[in-house]
């Protein structure tokens, strides 16, 4: 058995967890927030059999995109103000980010 770990845009959420239901692929979403970004994205955990690893791979690519996000870098630490001008930059974020464990034991009681 393996756990999946898969942070996913706040916008392709509802779709990858219709998805996974739709499939009987049993999942845990959590509210998540991105280090760089500072902003909310959605963590699912799937405890999958190693025989259904690669389905949820394909539920994950099929429901999830890639978009770019404009963000205004905060500004250096330590940086005269008024010297300081944040441009925008553009930075492409998502599809998913997928991380794959074996799982030692599971158990539900
Ligand atoms: P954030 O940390 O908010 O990152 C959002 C996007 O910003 C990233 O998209 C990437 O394009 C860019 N980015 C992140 N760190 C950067 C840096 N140090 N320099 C330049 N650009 C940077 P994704 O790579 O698709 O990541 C989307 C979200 O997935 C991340 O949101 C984070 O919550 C999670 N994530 C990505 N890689 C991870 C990792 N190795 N470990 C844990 N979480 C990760």
Redesign the pocket.
């Known amino acids: 058995m393996k756990m999946m770990i898969a942070?996913v845009?706040d916008k392709d959420s509802p779709r990858l967890a219709h998805n996974l239901v739709k499939a009987g692929v049993r999942a845990t979403k959590l509210a998540?927030?991105?280090?760089?970004?500072?902003?909310g994205?959605t963590t699912f955990i799937i405890g999958a059999e190693n025989e259904k690893v690669e389905d949820v791979k394909e539920i994950i690519r099929n429901s999830c995109r890639?978009r770019e996000?404009v963000v205004t870098p905060m500004s250096p630490m330590g940086s005269q103000l008024e010297s300081y001008i944040p441009y925008p930059v553009s930075?492409?974020?998502?599809?998913a980010?997928l991380?794959i464990l074996d799982i030692e034991e599971f158990a539900q009681f």
């Open positions: 942070i845009q998540s927030t991105g280090g760089f970004l500072h902003a994205n890639s996000q930075v492409q974020v998502g599809g980010t991380f």
